[in-house]
Nanobody, 129 residues
Framework: QVQLVESGGGLVQPGGSLRLSCAAS????????IGWFRQAPGKEREGLACISGKNDDPEYADSVKGRFTISRDNANNRVYLQMNNLKPEDTAVYYCATPEDPMSLYYYCSHWSDEYHTWGQGTQVTVSS
């Protein structure tokens, strides 16, 4: 059974940093595209960062470009989202996700949630002074 588990969320002051982790079981994350998403109360789920199965250059939403970095840790079957210069508007539940098939999103990645099949339970990030 494939399972993704996010961790690393919490309360941080504006301008601070957090590193979110997405740990996988049942699959080898190295071979899958990965997407990070977030959803704030009353808002739609937003794609933030993704990396293709081919591991080409990551892609970022304009809202986080230059502040967030997605990276793989193949030795530990994890993916991270480093978040710097956090703002109150970054407050949300953050999710990682993978497609069902490693050949899906192999040549490109996507910020479209419908292209992902397996989701973690989410981790809360709150940015507030």
């Amino acid at each position: 059974q494939v399972q993704l588990v996010e961790s690393g969320g919490g309360l941080v002051q504006p301008g601070g940093s957090l590193r979110l982790s997405c740990a996988a079981s049942g699959i080898t994350l190295e071979y899958y595209a990965i997407g990070w998403f977030r959803q704030a109360p009353g808002k739609e789920r937003e794609g933030l960062a993704c990396i293709s199965g081919k591991n080409d250059d990551p892609e970022y939403a304009d809202s986080v470009k230059g502040r967030f970095t997605i990276s793989r840790d193949n030795a530990n079957n994890r993916v991270y989202l480093q978040m710097n210069n956090l703002k109150p508007e970054d407050t949300a539940v953050y999710y990682c996700a993978t497609p069902e098939d490693p050949m899906s999103l192999y040549y490109y990645c996507s910020h479209w949630s419908d292209e992902y099949h397996t989701w973690g339970q989410g981790t809360q990030v709150t940015v507030s002074s």
